[in-house]
Structures are given as C-alpha cells and as structure tokens.
C-alpha cells in the first residue's frame, strides 16, 4: 500500500532548463511533505519541506508547491545543474511524526 | 561532525547466520529509525524509537529486532537472515519537534547480501 507515489522513475533534463519532479500521495492525515537528494553510496539528505497550511515553500533554485485538493506536491529546481543529478524521495508525515512515508524515488540526470 | 554512523557497509553473509548492523547519531537525537530501501519501493521503514527503551514497528519488521538501550545507540537485528532481507539498509535519526516535522539525518547505508 504506497499512500506516497512517485510515478516517473526517471527525469531527463538539460543544464539550464527547469526540473519539474511530482509526488502524489493518497493520505489525507499527512500534514508534512519533504524532498531528499540522494546521491550514490550515500544517504538521503533532506532538499526542502513544506507544511499542508502553505501552497509554496522557495529555497534558492528549489521550490516545492503543494496542492492539498489533488494530493500532489512537486518540486521546481530552476535552473537545473548538473551537481543536481541525483535520485530524489518524496515523503509525507502526519503531525504525530513517526510514520513518515517515502516515495519509489525518481532519478534526474542534468545534462551538461 | 553531525554524523549517523552505521556499520558494517557492506556484508555478504549466508542464510540463518545472525547479524547485526549497529548504528550511533552524536546529536542526541530522540527519534531514530532503520528502513530499508528496494527498487521500486523507496524506502521502508523497519522499526523506530522515540526514545530510550521505547520502539514500535514500523511497515515491514518481520525477521528484524531492534534495541534502544542507550540513546546514541540503535542496532538492527537479523536473528536468522533470508534472501528477501538483502537489501539497503539505512539508520536515520532526528529531534524530537513539537507542531512541525523535523527532517530525518541518514547514515551513508548498509548493503546487505543474504546468500
């Protein structure tokens, strides 16, 4: 049962251009949504997160816009660099914390 | 350094032979949790803590014990590994935040072959 689904495996973009990842989730409790960078033979590290009261949340060239009606947040990298090559998880929280839930993760390559 | 530190990275080890990865965060988080992640399926989660002495199950805990007896510490369990746990392995840890989620710290994973 994925209540948070990431439906594009992979995302090919080139330098410059904007990147556009999507997340929707089937959760109507989760209250939190995060994105995390993963790079190979590493960790997640956490990107940017936004809270169910807000529709936007901007940090430099990563921008996460929710749209609580459709169940569907999506990330804006503009513009896009090659260093951002990476695989990026969607993940969604209810308030209570402990039952953060993680998307399949989808693989942007930037092209150079 | 901040830093969730796991061990060993990588194992190849064999049907029914019991290990452990051990995990240890230096920011003296209350929350910690072990997921696993599988292609297609993102990332797990097997068992979390909220503090010490107190752990819950997470969404896939069969075949995995955990223990919290020290607050740094949060070892993962395999008493008698199968093929279907290879897998990796992530710890994470994070504070404890009234009204808000707090973002989860990752160790570098642990790559799991069971044979």
């Known amino acids: 049962d994925q209540q948070v689904k990431q439906n594009s495996p992979s995302l090919s973009v080139q330098e410059g251009r904007i990147s556009i990842l999507n997340c929707d989730y089937t959760?109507?409790?989760?209250?939190?949504f995060l994105w995390y960078k993963k790079y190979p033979a590493e960790g997640p590290t956490f990107l940017i997160s936004?809270?169910?009261?807000?529709d936007k949340n901007e940090d430099g060239r990563f921008t996460v816009f929710l749209n609580k009606s459709a169940k569907h947040l999506s990330l804006h990298i503009v513009p896009s660099q090659p260093g951002d090559s990476a695989v990026y998880f969607c993940a969604a929280s209810p308030l209570n914390n402990n039952d953060m839930r993680f998307g399949a993760g989808t693989r942007l390559t930037v092209k150079p | 350094e901040a830093q969730v530190t796991q061990n060993p990275r990588y194992l190849i080890t064999v049907t029914g032979k019991k290990l452990t990865v051990t995990c240890s965060q230096n920011m003296n988080h209350e929350y910690m949790s072990w997921y696993r992640q599988d292609p297609g399926l993102g990332l797990r989660q097997i068992y979390y803590s909220m503090n010490v002495e107190v752990t819950d199950k997470g969404d896939v805990p069969e075949g995995y014990k955990v223990s919290r007896k020290e607050k740094r510490n949060f070892p993962l369990i395999l008493e008698s590994p199968s093929p279907n746990q290879t897998s990796l392995y992530f710890c994470?840890?994070?504070?404890?935040?009234?009204?808000?989620?707090?973002?989860?710290?990752f160790g570098e994973g642990s790559r799991l072959t069971v044979l």
């Open positions: 959760n109507s409790m989760f209250d939190y």
């Open positions: 994470a840890s994070r504070p404890t935040r009234i009204l808000s989620v707090g973002e989860l710290f």
């Open positions: 936004i809270s169910s009261i807000k």
